[in-house]
């Protein structure tokens, strides 16, 4: 299959693209938003200037796309596929905060497998080729032996620790990947990985109070990216709640305790969801979104929130904080596109990211 | 040094929003006088997102380019005779429907966003209301030249303007953007850009243009073509209008919600004369109003709705009754026409027996049990020359002015009635939806002009049916009655001859 190099201006980033496969369709896979509607060459709506290379139009109607735009190399992102390398100047926004890292290679030594919890395991890789560059919040594709294809985990340590990649993997029920790295993994054993990835960072520059929500899991991204605040010394008020179910599937509580307690600007709430009434756990109980709620009396106006974990603590938590006057603008997901969020349900346009 | 090329959003705010200013002679207050009174509430009208890159000047160029490639279709379709290749001559009447009832509401919706676009005070807003109203006049412009070849051939169409003013059901998309236009700015901006635009437009749009399509139809399919590229601009405005309120302050989402429901439901009502266009009037039918309810209200606008709930929005009130009413409304429509056909200016029929089997097929719960029963006896009364015509003025309901011919939700034997006090008067409707409408805004709706009162009042040329076909200008014997024995069937049936003869 032929494989042609797509790059988006301005964000200056290259992706790989099918034959045949629709430059809407490719962007959208790799994470890159372009406006876009009817999806077939009707509306215009995902007009794109080509800057450089060989394309067909595709089926692009003659009133959406005009004579003269074509002559100007203006395509349908909805319709035209390569015929060469291409480059094309998209109508996205610059993001000032992310960082142009290219994705590698690396192959890293198991130095430490850890029983966080009872099902999360704790994986530590040393890469002794040389340290990986990346941005908080980013994530790895991990090879495993034996397992088809990679699978995506989040990196938990800062980028300051750049000799190592630590990973907080939960063994999902009949998962071959999480069931190789539970059952078979140990120390010496040696991994491959392609990273860094994603688009998961903290806009810096944008300031403000920062809201971590985290699921399960899902605190590696914010573990990496609160470490990598403090330590550079971000002096607005920093927020990390992390939801599980029970006190038996908390984990880094105390490490988060202790930087609490170092840096008055951040604080740490760890809330459980399932815990039995009668326990001795002190601390909030309910869901991530109602304990948010609670603490910041259902009003968010004004701060950035970065969501991490499964969907629908992400809905629920999306939900709560435009109900508290926080809107897509201020809200990150940690998410990934698949052919099939691409295919299936209708979807509405009302949001581009969320 | 080279300096850095500038973004399409950056150049697209300095072709809007850099040639804005702020008045100083006159208080922004007073220049901008309507942007108040409705209880909405702008904290920053510079977070409106423009949804679309299109400044005024490359407008001008689009908008040339699409009339000119509509125009080479409209005359090769005129000097090919394309009128003769339609799939049957009963298929004039959709597009009767469509340009007295349709066409005049696209010159309502250029009166309403030239309104919107003047009086809204964001710049963004106004830019994207000022295309859409010029777009809207075009939409009428080209819709009145692509149908105006038919005009010389078939009857009912000649009189589009004057009609709009007086016809009994043609009142009903007249009332509502007569509602809409007679509202606040941002209430029209919810009214037409959301809720017609964006949640209804495809239930719309598509089953015209599809329809002509299956039909042979092809200056209306290519007018379709033409003004989908304006659609999609309008259905983004529509979302981007509810976004902003709802950001801008909580105090807006009561008045949006209250305004959801509102247009919801008069847009279904509305419709329900597409719903039986679908079914009845397409001698080649593309698919029932049932399914295209369910693709384009129920999916479509689930996962809108869906999505805007985290707004704290709620889906339109009553939209169970619209979903369990896209079972009954196209027949209940056709079987009110078909009754009053002598008042209409478009032919009817009754459906044949294959028809009425694609029926049973498209409405497995309802054809059968309800509808198929009062076809075939009308057809057997006009087999033995007793062709029913319902000779009494119906009731029309305040709000909607479609005559008071639905059912209960629940109960399609029994006929929905409902009905509030106002000011010593009793006021009718025919749904609770309806009721709640008129409850909200009586004053609006104690002024509604009914065609049945007025005919009543003696406002209307008279007191008998040729004495009001006169008043609406219509050509008694010619635009109405059933298209069998029509001057429309005996040149379609000569044209059909002629056909014959040239293949021998």
Known sequence: ?354 | MSVKKLGLKQRYAHMTRGLDWETTYQPMDKVFPYDSFEGIKIKDWSAWEDPFRLTMDSYWKFQAEKERKLYAVIDAFAQNNGQTGITDGRYANVLKLFLTGISPEEYQAHRGFAFAGRHLRGVGPRVAAQMQSLDELRHIQTQIHTISHYNKYFDGIGEFPHMHDRVWYLSVPKSFFDDARSAGPFEFMIAIGFAFEYVLTNLLFVPFMSGAAYNGDMSTVTFGFSAQSDESRHMTLGIEVIKFLLEQHPDNLPIVQKWVDKWFWRGHRVLGLVAMMMDYMLPKPVMSWKEAWQIYYTEAGGALFQDLARYGLRPPKYADIATAEAEHISHQNWAIFYQYTHAAAFHTWAPDAKHMDWLSEKYPNTFDKYYRPRWEMWNQMAKEGKRFYNMALPQLCQCCQIPMGYTEPGDPTTICFRSSQYKGETYHFCSDGCKDIFDAEPEKFVQSWLPVHQIFQGNCGGATIPDVLNYYRLANGADNMDYVGSPDEKLWNEWQADKLKTAV
């Not at chain 1, 307690?261 to 709430?269: E, K």
């Open chain 1, 1 to 354: 299959m032929t494989v042609h190099k797509l790059t988006i201006e301005p964000l200056d980033e290259a992706i790989d693209v099918a034959e045949g496969q629709t430059i809407l369709d490719a962007c959208l896979r790799a994470g890159v938003y372009l406006p876009h509607a009817c999806g077939h060459g009707l509306c215009g709506t995902c007009k794109t200037q080509v800057l450089d290379g060989e394309f067909d139009f595709g089926e692009a109607s003659p009133f959406a796309l005009m004579d003269f735009e074509r002559e100007e190399g203006v395509v349908l992102a909805c319709t035209a596929t390569l015929k060469s390398d291409v480059t094309i100047e998209a109508d996205v926004e610059e993001d000032p905060d992310a960082r142009k890292i290219p994705v590698r290679d690396y192959v890293g030594k198991v130095v430490a497998v850890d029983d966080l919890t009872h099902d999360v395991k704790g994986v530590r890789l040393a890469l002794d080729d040389g340290p990986i560059d990346f941005q908080a919040g980013q994530y790895i594709n991990l090879f495993l032996p034996g397992v088809d294809g990679s699978r995506a985990f989040s990196i938990a340590n800062p980028p300051s620790d750049a000799a190592h990649v630590e990973l907080q993997i939960r063994r999902v029920p009949g998962g071959a990947g999480t069931g190789y790295i539970h059952d078979t993994l140990k120390v010496g054993d040696t991994l491959s990985f392609a990273g860094p990835q994603g688009r998961f960072l903290v806009r810096k520059s944008r300031g403000g109070p920062l809201l971590f929500l985290a699921g399960g899991t899902g605190v590696s991204s914010p573990r990496s990216m609160v470490l990598d605040l403090l330590a550079e010394g971000y002096g607005e008020p920093i927020t990390l709640i992390h939801g599980v179910r029970t006190k038996a599937d908390l984990y880094g509580h105390e490490e988060f305790e202790a930087l609490a307690a170092r840096h008055p600007n951040f604080r740490y709430v760890p809330a459980l969801s399932s815990e039995p009434e009668d326990s001795d756990w002190a601390g909030a109980r309910g869901f991530v979104h109602d304990v948010a709620k609670g603490l910041f009396g259902g009003v968010f106006e004004g701060a950035t929130a970065y969501l991490c974990g499964p969907p629908p603590m992400i809905e629920a938590c999306i939900a709560t904080l435009m109900q508290g006057r926080l809107f897509e603008k201020h809200i990150f997901t940690e998410r990934f596109f698949t052919a099939k969020d691409c295919a299936e349900k209708p979807k509405s346009p009302v949001f581009r990211r969320l």
